[in-house]
Structures are given as structure tokens and as C-alpha cells.
């Protein structure tokens, strides 16, 4: 059944956002749900920076504006960066079916559990998803780094270093 849903045109919504997010001075990640027919639900993207909120990534923020479902089990997660262990125990939780993700290079998340536990994942590897993080990852390392490391794994790294 999905199948012969526009995968692509998808994933322009969740770019849009992640664009969106860069322009506020976060980092560029959107999210975007999908039901089975390609009607959008809801999108968001990473508001941590903005909001000073580490709950709010791509993923639940599109979460969060999709509101109450019957059930997740058909929609389609689309977010352009392969979904972190947080966001994948959200899809995970609420029993999305379906994660698009635009790219897994530069994150690769928890994708492969996601699948050992029956959900289906598509990785468009979007050039441009890859792009757009790329870009922001050289120009902000310090940011993307402590996105990326909890405060404990934080403070643990610097002990070593010194």
C-alpha cells in the first residue's frame, strides 16, 4: 500500500521544516506525518536551540502537532536524519509502521533496531538531507556535539582528556 506513495515529495515536507529550523538558528532536522493515502498529519522540526528543550526533536515535535490518533500503526514517519534511540523508541512506543528517512550518514541512529523489530525503514540517502547536516556539523561542531553526547557521557569525555 505504500508503495505507491511519493516517498520524495514526503521528505520536501520534513526538508521544509529542517530549513525552518536552521533559519530560527537550530539545528536543520524536520519531521513530517504522513497517513496512508500521503495526507499530511503533521510536521515539525528540532526546536532544542529555540526552546532550550533537549525533548523537543523533529520527530516529536511533528509528533506533538500530528495530535491524538486511533492509531500510529499506518502512518509514516518522515524525517530527514535517521531518527536518534529517543525518537525511535517514540516510533517504537506508539507503533508507527512505516520511518522514511532522508539520510543515515551522517547519523545513523537506531534504524537497524527499528527494523530488527518489524517496522519498515526506507533511507531515501537524500544528497541533500546529507548537505544540509553536513554543513551544519562543520560550521557548528561544539553545538552538534553536545547534541549528539549526554551531559554524563560529557563530563566522563573531558576526564579523560585531561
Known amino acids: 500500500m ?26 536543520p532536522m524536520g519531521a513530517a506525518i504522513f497517513d496512508q493515502t500521503g495526507k499530511l498529519i503533521g ?39 535517521a531518527p536518534c534511540w529517543y525518537c525511535s523508541g517514540l516510533v517504537r512506543q506508539f507503533g508507527f509502521g512505516t520511518v522514511v528517512v532522508g539520510e543515515s550518514r551522517n547519523f545513523q541512529g537506531g534504524i ?18 546529507v548537505s544540509l547536516l553536513a554543513n551544519y556539523i562543520h560550521a557548528n561542531p561544539a553545538m552538534w556535539n553536545v547534541y549528539l553526547m549526554p551531559a554524563a557521557e560529557r563530563k566522563a569525555a573531558r576526564v579523560l582528556r585531561a
Not at 9 to 19: D, G, H, N, Q, V
Not at 49 to 75: C, I, M, N, W, Y
Not at 113 to 125: E, F, K, N, T
Request: contains cysteine.
Open 112 to 129: 537497524d533496531w527499528l527494523r530488527s523489530l518489524g517496522v519498515q525503514v526506507i533511507d531515501l540517502d537524500s544528497q541533500e538531507c
Open 43 to 81: 510536521a515539525g522540526h528540532n526546536r532544542r536551540v529555540q526552546q532550550g528543550d533537549p525533548s523537543v526533536h523533529g520527530e516529536t515535535d511533528a509528533f506533538r502537532r500530528a495530535g491524538r490518533q486511533k492509531s500510529f500503526r499506518k502512518l509514516i514517519m518522515v524525517t530527514t536524519l
Open 2 to 27: 505504500t508503495s505507491t506513495l511519493d516517498y520524495r515529495s514526503m521528505l520536501a515536507i520534513a526538508l521544509a521544516e529542517a530549513r525552518l529550523g536552521l533559519k530560527e538558528g537550530g539545528i
